[in-house]
């Protein structure tokens, strides 16, 4: 069974930074696509930030030039740097990866806060 292992949320201030990363238990490459999205109270959980298995990337528009996905194969991780953090960014962010097979994963998530 495949895990995703999040951590790196907290409390941040407005234009502050946060880096999320994702722990997988199986290969990068055994994954279609793996990224990150995000769910606000009462809202759906969207799309923030995705990575195919052969390296094109997508962003939300909310969030393109303020974070950069980035993945390391060798320890089996997907990175999230935020940067400009405003308060519509506070959300749990949920690590989610779609397998070559078609099984959806998903991590426990992790609580990001931006206010003062």
């Known amino acids: 069974q495949v895990q995703l292992v999040e951590s790196g949320g907290g409390w941040v201030q407005p234009g502050g930074s946060l880096n999320l990363t994702c722990v997988a238990s199986?290969?990068?490459?055994?994954?279609?696509?793996i990224g990150w999205y995000r769910q606000a109270p009462g809202q759906s959980r969207d799309m923030v930030a995705t990575r195919r298995r052969w390296g094109s990337t997508q962003y939300a528009d909310a969030v393109k030039g303020r974070f950069t996905l980035s993945r390391d194969n060798a320890k089996n991780t997907v990175n999230l740097l935020m940067n400009s953090l405003k308060p519509e960014d506070t959300a749990v962010y949920y690590c989610?990866?779609?397998?070559?097979?078609?099984?959806?994963?998903w991590g426990q998530g992790t609580q990001v806060t931006v206010s003062s």
């Open positions: 199986s290969s990068m490459f055994s994954f279609d696509t």
């Open positions: 989610g990866a779609l397998g070559v097979s078609r099984d959806e994963y």
